[in-house]
């Protein structure tokens, strides 16, 4: 059975922190490549995050940078996204994706937000207010 599943969501004042996670199971191996959107209703979805299939390379949308900070425990097939210092406008239901594995230029493990992400989960809620 395809499972993608998020979780951590909740509320937090401006400056606070929340760690998403997104357990991944039954996937075929080559959808490894993980990342984080955003989403509130009315809006375009927003690329956050995303991971390539060997944890090394990380892709961060402008917004988020230096912010948030994505990881993954393969043996666990988990993905976090830890965000720090929230804002307002990071409030938004956050959703976890699964991509094909992607190589570099040079044959390197990479990931990118443009990619074709064909898996989704449900969504986990997050609102950053006072």
């Known amino acids: 059975q395809l499972q993608l599943v998020e979780s951590g969501g909740g509320l937090e004042p401006p400056g606070g922190s929340l760690r998403l996670s997104c357990k991944a199971s039954?996937?075929?191996?080559?959808?490894?490549?993980i990342g984080w959107f955003r989403q509130v209703p009315g809006r375009e979805r927003e690329a956050v995050a995303c991971?390539?299939?060997?944890?090394?390379?990380?892709t961060y949308a402008d917004s988020v940078k230096g912010r948030f900070t994505i990881s993954k425990d393969n043996a666990q097939q988990l993905v976090y996204l830890q965000m720090n210092d929230l804002k307002p406008e990071d409030t938004a239901t956050y959703y976890c994706a699964l991509s094909r594995a992607l190589e570099g230029s040079t044959g390197e493990s990479t990931c990118r937000l443009d990619a074709w992400y064909r898996y989704w989960g449900q969504g986990t809620r997050v609102t950053v207010s006072s």
């Open positions: 039954g996937f075929r191996s080559v959808y490894s490549v």
């Open positions: 991971i390539a299939s060997d944890g090394r390379s990380t």
